[in-house]
């Protein structure tokens, strides 16, 4: 059984289109992340919940808009795509806090021509 | 902010030796954890190994290790026994300890290990 599951895995599109990737766990966890992995393969957290609460929003511009209808689900949704906007983008979650692990989703790639 | 540090792109072994990461930090807490994942040319995400900044013992796992100096901020992972699979990018990443907004994870940018046969 997948613990943290991405779907697409690949995302090709066009600048301007609106997308979306969703992620789902059934770890039974209660904080769930999105990271993205820019083609130079750093990795960035840019949003997390926590029991479907807002709890980090770092710096990502406001055409990303997570959304998470319960603690298994986290939805990130992007508006007027940019080429820019192409990377791996990685869902993970975690237990809550401490030094638990975050497990992570096996990505989706967002392409942007 | 902390940060985190890999100053080794890339790095490469032979099979059955033994390879070390570098990883410095930056950080003005007290409190707070470390890992080692490793990513695979699959993409997954894999957690390799993790240290609790509390904790004077350094973590073990199996043919992986850590070297743990909390003063002076350095954290690098030992790969024993080298094989063939360890292939993969690795990344160090810390994680506050204090409650509220931090359970992020800050990543270094990553060093490409490849393993020679």
């Known amino acids: 059984d997948t613990a943290v599951s991405q779907t697409p895995k690949y995302l090709v599109t066009q600048m301007g289109n609106d997308k979306s990737i969703k992620c789902e766990q059934n770890?039974?966890?209660?904080?769930m992340y999105w990271y993205k992995q820019d083609s130079k393969k750093f990795l960035k957290i840019m949003f997390s919940y926590n029991n479907k609460e807002l709890i980090i929003n770092e710096t990502v511009p406001n055409r990303f808009s997570p959304k998470s209808p319960d603690k298994a689900h986290l939805n990130l949704h992007i508006n007027s795509l940019e080429l820019g906007d192409s990377a791996v983008y990685f869902c993970?979650?975690?237990?809550?806090?401490?030094?638990?692990?975050?497990?992570f989703g096996p990505g989706t790639r967002l392409t942007v021509t | 902010a902390q940060t985190v540090t890999q100053s080794q792109p890339e790095m490469s072994v032979q099979e059955a030796e033994t390879v070390t990461l570098s990883c410095t930090y930056d950080t003005s807490e007290s409190d707070y954890y470390l890992f080692w994942y490793k990513q695979p040319p699959s993409r997954q995400m894999i957690l390799v190994i993790r240290q609790e900044a509390y904790k004077q013992q350094n973590a073990t796992e199996n043919r992986f290790s850590v070297n743990f100096q909390k003063a002076a901020k350095s954290f690098s992972l030992k790969i024993s026994d080298s094989q063939l699979g360890d292939a993969a990018m690795y990344f160090c990443a810390y994680r506050s300890a204090a409650k509220g907004g931090s359970e992020k994870l800050v990543f270094g940018k990553g060093t490409k290990l490849t393993v020679n046969p």
């Open positions: 770890l039974g966890h209660d904080t």
């Open positions: 993970a979650s975690s237990i809550d806090g401490g030094s638990d692990e975050q497990y």
